[in-house]
């Protein structure tokens, strides 16, 4: 078999001090992540600025919703509208309670918000005006700041950014924002958020509803295509991770077969019955498997996960991680010998996909919409295969390993670049 090439991450390279390489104030030392505190939208950002070889000098901050009650039945709105609904509803909750109390009765506790003490104010807030005051006054000091948004909450703080210091900063927004492009430098998007405007996707949308379905327009020129998710997947990560997890992982009788199960999406809609599918299929498998970890998601609905708990959790092959810390995501990608990866899940496959190992995926033909064009993809390229429950886990076979975040970084350097700025070597 011939080896794969995995990306490496970004090397320091040793050369002439960066004033006097690039000019004082067209290098950039530092970057700005916000996210919308999920870790798929996150981890993106993270990636890429890692990638870029900014690890250690990022900042995140954070546009934070308020959680719980009624506020679950909120996220439709504008976070702006969305904060101010969700304050003039403490207030009339607040009266309701002083009144109760007036009258003798038991005060009713509500959800806190933002879930209350678990870490969150620790968290830097998003905000507009500090984080442009800072790009700006910093500027002649540190020189321009690069900013990587991603998710629908940070649309609007990103583009703010980008109006107010468009002399200071290069925004970068990942995921396809809705909006007009222009109010980015850059936007990295997956291919299959185009997927209305391909043949198949203008077929399955009424006529009176297709200028209301975005994108409306082909990319232009200052977008990044993907095929899947960015994420901190390289080969340097890969090794320190299957460094740490040696001691668990390496006794271990191979073929390891780490199955990822995440929960049902608004494209890709499934419950009991696939876990049962999944379940069954895994059983069929068994004999061909040295040993097989499985992996619940923070959205894998409880009936989903106690049915899989309760047909493998006690097949002395089968081990079922428990949520608790530390978790063993980066070890199952460096030590997996093949995954099963359910559909849903844009994110863990691009991940799993990236290792050039075999990769089996789950309940794709449950997906509907731009989730098709995505597995389509995959498919075509062979790098990724439906699970049957008929396969051989011992069985190899390889591709050329997805490399989204290197590609979308190397892009970055040369729109950087066109605007005569550039990254610390």
Request: glycine share 8%; proline share 8%; charged share 20%.
């Amino acid at each position: 078999m011939r080896p794969i090439r995995l990306p490496e991450p970004p090397t320091q390279t040793m050369g002439v001090p960066e004033i006097f390489a690039a000019g004082a104030f067209s290098v950039i030392r530092r970057a700005v992540v916000i996210g919308n505190g999920y870790p798929g939208s996150e981890n993106q950002c993270v990636g890429l600025v890692r990638s870029l070889g900014l690890s250690d000098k990022h900042v995140l901050y954070r546009v934070t919703r308020p959680r719980g009650g009624i506020n679950e039945w909120l996220h439709w709105l504008p976070v702006s509208v969305h904060k101010k609904l969700e304050y003039v509803i403490r207030q009339i909750c607040g009266y309701s309670r002083l009144l109760s109390t007036a009258r003798g009765e038991k005060p009713v506790r509500h959800p806190l918000e933002n879930g209350g003490n678990v870490g969150l104010s620790s968290v830097l807030e998003a905000d507009v005006r500090q984080i442009v005051t800072m790009a700006r006054e910093t500027y002649e000091k540190d020189g321009p700041l690069l900013v990587v948004a991603s998710g629908r909450d940070t649309i609007s703080i990103a583009s703010s950014i980008k109006r107010l210091a468009s002399d200071n900063v290069f925004v970068v927004q990942i995921q396809h924002p809705r909006v007009h492009l222009n109010r980015f430098d850059l936007v990295i998007t997956p291919r299959h958020d185009y997927y209305p405007l391909t043949p198949e996707g203008q077929e399955k949308i009424p006529q009176f509803l297709r200028r209301w379905i975005t994108p409306r327009e082909p990319p232009d020129g200052h977008v990044v295509l993907t095929t899947g998710a960015l994420h901190q997947i390289d080969s340097a990560a890969l090794r320190s991770a299957a460094s740490a997890w040696h001691e668990e992982f390496a006794p271990l009788p191979k073929p390891l077969v780490v199955v990822n199960v995440g929960g049902p999406t608004g494209c890709c809609r499934y419950g009991s019955d696939l876990a049962k599918q999944l379940t069954a299929h895994l059983l069929n498998v068994l004999v061909s498997c040295g040993s097989i970890r499985i992996s619940f998601s923070m959205r894998t609905p409880e009936k989903v996960s106690k049915i899989i708990i309760k047909e493998l959790g006690n097949n002395p092959k089968v081990h079922i991680w428990d949520g608790e810390e530390p978790n063993p995501h980066l070890g199952h990608l460096a030590w997996a010998d093949a995954f099963v990866v359910t559909a849903d899940s844009i994110s863990l496959i691009s991940e799993a996909c990236s290792t050039g190992k075999p990769v089996y995926v789950m309940g794709a033909e449950r997906c509907t919409w731009k989730f098709t064009d995505f597995h389509k993809s995959l498919r075509e390229r062979g790098v990724v295969r439906p699970f049957t429950g008929s396969e051989d886990m011992s069985d190899s076979w390889s591709y050329p390993p997805l490399n989204d975040t290197a590609e979308a970084a190397s892009r970055v350097h040369e729109a950087l670049a066109e605007r005569g700025w550039k990254l610390r070597p």
